[in-house]
Each structure stands twice: as C-alpha cells, then as structure tokens.
C-alpha cells in the first residue's frame, strides 16, 4: 500500500466512523418517572428537530424556483435547460428517496441530517457564482439527492 492509498484510507474510514450509528443506550426500567420525563423531553426535542429540519430543506429546495425567471429573461437559459435541470432534480430525488432510506436506517441522524443540509447550502451558493451549464445540472442533481435526507431521518428519529 502506497502512502496516497494509506492517506485516502484513513480518511475513508474517519468518514465511515463519523456518520456510523452509535451503540444503543441502556433502557431505563428502574425509575418510571424518570423515563416518563426523559420521554417527555426528548419527544418535544424530536418535533421541534423534524419540523425545522424539513422546513430549512424545503426551503433550500425551492430556491431555484425563485431564480427561473430572471435566468430566462436575462438569457442566462433557455426553457429547454431549465425543464432538464427541473428534470435532473426530480429524478435524484426520487433516486435519493430510495438510497437515503438505506444509508439513513444505518447512520447517526444526529450527523447525517446536518450533513445533507449544509451540502444543499453549500451547493446553492457555489451555483449562484456562474458556473457552466453542466456544472449547474450536476449540483442541481446532487441538491435533488441530498434534500430528501431527512426523509429517512424523520422515521428513525420518531
């Protein structure tokens, strides 16, 4: 093994343990009212987490709606582009349904959610510096992935 390919495994596997779910913690069967108010806690905590989690993707989701127009009127696009980018987007995120429900079931929530937001966020301001046509229909593509990660997130935090 190469020292490039012992570099590149280090990191793979610091990936890998960072969206790796954690072991399960010990139930509590010994303090009723303890649990109760645990339970009472952490479920407001878990309502408040999926509502703005889904509320924050949801609006990163539709920022290129905004901006149809006055690409089409500033001939930065033509519709034809815009329908393949709305295309683009649509099947990732079917495609991203499916896959993140899978990687979702055996991450830690607690990393992955943030994670795909700040992917969306981060993806939608490098779009609004100009790029190439096809750079725009692959960021767009992954922006379609990674903005149904809560999907998976919100059943495995309820």
């Known amino acids: 093994m190469t020292a490039i390919e012992y570099e590149v495994d280090i990191w793979f596997s610091a990936i890998l343990n960072f969206f790796k779910a954690g072991p399960d913690r010990a139930p509590i069967t010994n303090n009723m009212e303890k649990a109760k108010a645990l339970f009472n806690s952490q479920q407001r905590s878990v309502f408040i987490s999926i509502t703005l989690g889904y509320a924050f993707f949801y609006v ?30 649509f ?57 149904v990660i809560w999907s998976r997130s919100k059943h495995n935090l309820t």
């Open 60 to 89: 990163c989701r539709l920022n290129f709606s905004v901006v149809k127009k006055p690409l089409l009127d500033g001939n930065v696009l033509d519709a034809n582009q815009i329908g393949t980018m709305g295309m683009v987007f």
């Open 91 to 147: 099947f990732t995120y079917a495609i991203g349904k499916f896959i993140n429900s899978f990687i979702g079931d055996r991450c830690n929530i607690k990393h992955f959610m943030p994670f795909g937001l700040f992917m969306v966020a981060a993806l939608s301001m490098i779009m609004g510096i100009g790029l190439p046509y096809i750079l725009m229909v692959l960021f767009w593509g992954i922006i379609g992935w990674v903005s």
